[in-house]
């Protein structure tokens, strides 16, 4: 077996996990195969003769590639990151990047869980690293203080704050227990298509708005009434598919992220066990203003 085959069988046995890592830390399925594919042209310019644990030594630079590119990123997103490797990878076992799978970024995105991916996205490059590394792959906080420049103290400090802002507050409170209830019936009755279900969780008053970006073209920004917002809901409930529920601003409500991306939230007032308001944000710089946290279970 020449050098080369001997390289890509190892770095073919540790792809799944790499991928796994750069996706968490990417929340971009095109960027994590582009985190991977450096990894592979870095061991290649390397060879395997001195490093002693190769997973562990493909691990490290994964996370700083990912690191670089968390850093790198504008505010926006692109869901193509241009990709100048392509031309200077080895033919093995690194191969071009295939057109973009939404189907397979979903199921990705679905197993890691839409509201994580979203949370995760929200934390500075160092915190989402720190996090991920260590709450997800049981990394030692030596080995990522080594990859972020931190001290190990610095670097469990680091986790430690992502985690507050990832898991949110303490156990919830009896309010955010019923609310949970409460919003847990509407989803389902969405999912569900069952007009019957979600009217039962709506006050007959209830008054939804949504702002200009998330507002139906045609149709007016606010609905009053339970039955007629409900009619409505259940003929355009697709999205339910991909919402979640999570803490917005310290009160239970939902988001809707497609891939693992922010698309809407809606936020709830409650009286009597039922939803008495509903405002639905689609505007991107209204999202970003959001604090969002996962719900405790």
Not at 200 to 229: C, F, Y
Not at 258 to 266: E, H, S, W
């Amino acid at each position: 077996m020449t050098e080369s085959q001997f390289l890509a069988d190892r770095f073919e046995e540790n792809r799944d996990h790499l991928r796994a890592v750069a996706y968490r830390m990417l929340g971009s399925l095109p960027e994590a195969d582009d985190a991977v594919q450096e990894a592979w042209l870095r061991l290649s310019r390397t060879g395997a003769g001195n490093i002693e644990n190769l997973g562990g030594w493909l691990t490290t630079v994964v996370a700083r590639v990912c690191l670089d590119m968390l850093r790198a990123r504008t505010a926006r997103r692109e869901d193509d990151l241009p990709n100048a490797l392509s031309d200077q990878l080895p033919a093995q076992p690194a191969r071009r990047r295939a057109a973009p799978n939404p189907e397979q970024e979903v199921l990705l995105a679905d197993s890691v869980g839409l509201a994580l991916m979203v949370v995760l996205d929200r934390l500075a490059p160092a915190e989402r690293l720190a996090f991920v590394l260590h709450d997800m792959f049981d990394l030692s906080f030596d080995e990522i203080a080594s990859i972020i420049g931190r001290s190990p103290a610095a670097t469990r400090q680091l986790a430690s704050r992502a985690r507050r802002r990832v898991r949110g507050g303490p156990t919830p409170r009896s309010a955010i227990s019923e609310q949970r209830r409460v919003v847990d019936k509407f989803l389902a009755a969405l999912r569900a298509g069952d007009f019957q279900a979600l009217i039962s969780v709506l006050d007959p008053d209830v008054v939804v708005q949504a702002d200009a970006t998330a507002a139906t073209p045609g149709l007016p920004g606010e609905v009053r009434g339970g039955e007629a917002w409900a009619r409505r809901a259940i003929t355009a409930a697709q999205g339910a598919k991909a919402a979640s529920i999570a803490l917005i601003n310290g009160e239970v409500g939902i988001i809707v992220a497609p891939r693992g991306r922010l698309f809407r939230a809606l936020r709830f007032t409650f009286a009597n066990g039922r939803i008495t308001g509903i405002k639905v944000v689609g505007d991107q710089a209204a999202l970003a203003t959001l604090d969002l946290s996962l719900l405790n279970d």
